[in-house]
């Protein structure tokens, strides 16, 4: 069976069905360009608020846009009011996204409160009502990426699947764990399973794929593309190794010298795209995932963390290059 081929999502089509899933406050432009590099046939911006964007928030303003080094490119927004979601995929659109992603999946509870997020999932109706809206509105594919359930009974899997065709949605992204589970506990692959066999559109499976047998047991479902999150922080070219172990491919292990030093080249991206300071800060809430393995790993991620400046960055990934 021919798990990694391409991806069509409307008239859009991306070179590969594995896909960098969207995490807020990680995955902006210098980590999209880095997994694109490492395989990824999509990736998927970090969710900007559909209401800020409203009230021209310069930092939901910054999130839109979109360096000609990363696409295909899924840009996703989030909220509660139809209107408000359809004005805002306009101005992704207008920004270079190749598809628009609505969000009714996030367990956040500030994202909840404001009405949206999974919290959508208890009026189906309502994410037709945003879909239909936001489809009317732009000419680019629009996609959903929602849940399996609220909680683990409750199987709402093939409603949404069908809600999401029938309102004009090109593909639907299932996160396999319950809302109430947020990011623990295995993937219901049943409940996936159920949606994958009503569906007439791409169903993208998610949920803790963090090697090729996971993304294997995804396909296996029906699914006909696998969305990667965590398991792509720290390894940006997990997306290669599963199309080569998937496709009978040799694939080498990338050592933890090369490891550190393409978390060193992501941090000075993010220090010329966001300045030193912001650039530094934001580096930080990965680094545990890029020295995972390494010796001394507990010692020089306290160091980094401590760190304010791409000179010391760079001097203390000097040494981890060296020890390893």
Not at 234 to 252: A, C, D
Not at 286 to 299: D, E, I, Q, R, S
Request: proline share 5%.
């Amino acid at each position: 069976m021919p798990y990694i081929k391409q991806l069509k999502i409307g008239d859009f089509v991306c070179p590969s069905n594995l896909v960098l899933a969207p995490m807020a406050g990680i995955t902006d432009t210098p980590f999209r360009i880095l997994c694109l590099k490492g395989g990824a046939g999509l990736v998927c911006a970090e969710m900007v608020s559909a209401s800020a964007l409203k009230f021209d928030s310069p930092k939901s303003i910054k999130m839109l846009q979109v360096d000609k080094a990363e696409h295909p490119l899924s840009m996703q927004v989030f909220g509660g009011d139809a209107q408000t979601i359809a004005e805002a995929c306009k101005r992704a659109e207008a920004q270079g996204a190749d598809i628009i992603d609505i969000n009714a999946g996030c367990p956040v509870k500030k994202v909840n409160k404001a009405g949206a997020g999974c919290v959508l999932m208890k009026t189906p109706e309502k994410i037709a009502e945003i879909l239909k809206a936001a489809v009317k509105s732009v000419k680019i594919p629009v996609t959903l990426k929602t849940r399996v359930s609220l909680n683990r009974t409750e199987n709402l899997a093939p409603l949404l699947t069908k809600i999401a065709q029938d309102s004009g949605a090109a593909a639907i992204t299932l996160h396999a764990r319950a809302a109430a589970d947020v990011h623990s506990g295995p993937p219901n692959l049943a409940f996936l399973e159920s949606a994958c066999r009503v569906a007439q559109i791409p169903v993208i499976a998610n949920g803790g794929v963090i090697n090729a047998q996971d993304a294997k047991n995804m396909f296996e479902t029906g699914a006909q593309a696998v969305m990667i999150g965590r398991g792509a922080i720290g390894n940006p070219f997990i997306f290669t190794e599963i199309s080569s172990i998937l496709s009978s491919r040799p694939f080498g292990k990338i050592a933890n010298a090369e490891k550190a030093l393409m978390f060193l080249t992501l941090i000075e991206e993010n220090v010329k795209f966001y300045g030193e300071r912001t650039g530094i800060s934001r580096s930080k809430k990965t680094v545990g995932y890029w020295l995972n393995g390494f010796t001394n790993a507990a010692a020089v991620r306290e160091q980094f963390v401590r760190c304010e400046t791409l000179a010391q960055a760079r001097e203390i990934l000097s040494v981890v290059t060296k020890e390893n």
